[in-house]
């Protein structure tokens, strides 16, 4: 399964592509929403795990909510399953991360193999009820 992962955090990027590589995902990654699209674009992942903060940029809406509207606008996206990361459990940031298009969220720390399931699930087109954790 092919998985893009976005995050502004290096080290996160490199565990998240090592961990995923380890259980035979195809891994791509991007530290932004600019760059994430022009992936997304160039070879569609199948699922996109994306961090919901990101260092702001000047001028630029940069951040998980803002890549799940631009997927979910985007013709030919409809069906990437989009899963948001995130260590904020506010019951309001969670619902803010489904109302922008995300599938699901999974909150820091994270069973590692309960995120490969729903990786999994969102991959094969499961699980796309808008749920979340």
């Known amino acids: 399964m092919r998985i893009l992962v976005v995050d502004d955090h290096l080290p996160t990027l490199e565990l998240m592509r090592l961990t995923l590589t380890s259980f035979g995902h195809s891994v791509s990654s991007a530290t932004g929403v600019v760059e994430a699209l022009e992936l997304a674009d160039t070879d ?48 309001s940031e969670l619902q803010a991360a489904i109302d922008s298009g995300f599938d699901g969220v999974v909150v820091k720390p994270f069973d590692l193999e309960s995120l490969i399931e729903r990786i999994d699930a969102l991959g094969h087109g499961l699980g796309r009820g808008r749920s979340d954790q």
């Open 44 to 91: 569609p992942p199948d699922v996109i795990l994306s961090d919901l903060t990101f260092s702001s940029i000047t001028g630029q809406e940069q951040d998980g909510h803002a890549l799940a509207r631009a997927v979910r606008s985007r013709p030919g996206h409809e069906s990437i399953g989009l899963l948001a990361i995130t260590g904020v459990v506010s019951p």
